[in-house]
């Protein structure tokens, strides 16, 4: 698998707090996802990157915003946390699309409480 | 919109006993993929399909793709109690980002 790592791997915050998930990976995949797991929803994609200079909306990005600091770097940020944000946090990886390559590689979730 | 269906939510079989989860969308697919993901753990590739009516085989894992490429299946055969955990599907249109079903957890009792 990828060496895709995620921290914090947990994270308790308060309503209204701004706070930054980030996930680094060390294979050099050009694509980087951030999706969020919520109870009985699958997972659900917030952004993607294709490469350093290119950033799109995903599903639900309404209460997020992305940074692309660097191939290996991806980070996720809510601006002002609320309570409905609280679920696990993926961040995950995939080499350029062709139909052959596509495999998405995981990193092992942060697990986020908005009180 | 674009989504893919996934059914059962839950399913619960005795070891031995053969499970078989389905993913559904309403417009052709080019893509899709099948995660495992065991409890605490996170999303692990199993297979990608791509071809319409393609069927691919991983030990007791069977994979199906549709010819109309609109569903897929996973069927496993006498499950085993390390097949504990939720599958996941995750359709794409455009061989971009994907869709994921909303899984099926697995429980098998030994």
């Known amino acids: 698998d990828a060496d895709v790592t995620q921290t914090p791997r947990n994270r308790i915050t308060k309503t209204g707090k701004r706070i930054m998930l980030e996930c680094s990976q060390t294979?050099?995949?050009?694509?980087m996802y951030w999706y969020r797991q919520d109870p009985g929803l699958g997972l659900r994609l917030i952004y993607y990157?294709?490469?350093?200079?290119?950033?799109n909306k995903g599903e639900i990005s309404d209460g997020y915003s992305v940074s692309r600091q660097a191939q290996a770097k991806f980070s996720l940020s809510l601006e002002s946390a609320i309570p409905n944000q609280t679920a696990l946090y993926f961040c995950?990886?995939?080499?350029?699309?062709?139909?052959?390559?596509?495999?998405?590689?995981f990193g092992p979730g942060t697990r986020l409480l908005v009180l | 919109g674009q989504q893919v269906m996934q059914i059962p939510q839950y399913q619960h079989v005795q070891e031995g006993e053969d499970f078989t989860t389905y993913c559904n969308s309403s417009?052709?697919?080019?893509?899709i993929q099948w995660y495992k993901q065991r409890p605490g753990g996170h999303p692990v590739f199993l297979i990608q399909?791509?071809?319409?009516?393609e069927v691919k085989k991983q030990k007791r894992l069977t994979f199906q793709f549709g010819e109309a490429k609109k569903n897929s299946s996973l069927h496993i055969t006498a499950t085993q109690t390390t097949d504990v955990g939720t599958y996941f599907c995750?359709?794409?249109?455009?061989?971009?980002?994907?869709?994921f079903g909303s899984g099926t957890k697995l429980n098998v009792k030994p």
């Open positions: 995950a990886t995939s080499l350029t699309g062709t139909a052959l390559t596509e495999t998405q590689y």
């Open positions: 417009t052709t697919l080019s893509n």
């Open positions: 399909l791509v071809k319409s009516g």
């Open positions: 990157s294709f490469d350093v200079k290119d950033i």
């Open positions: 995750a359709g794409s249109y455009n061989f971009n980002k994907f869709y």
């Open positions: 294979k050099g995949h050009d694509r």
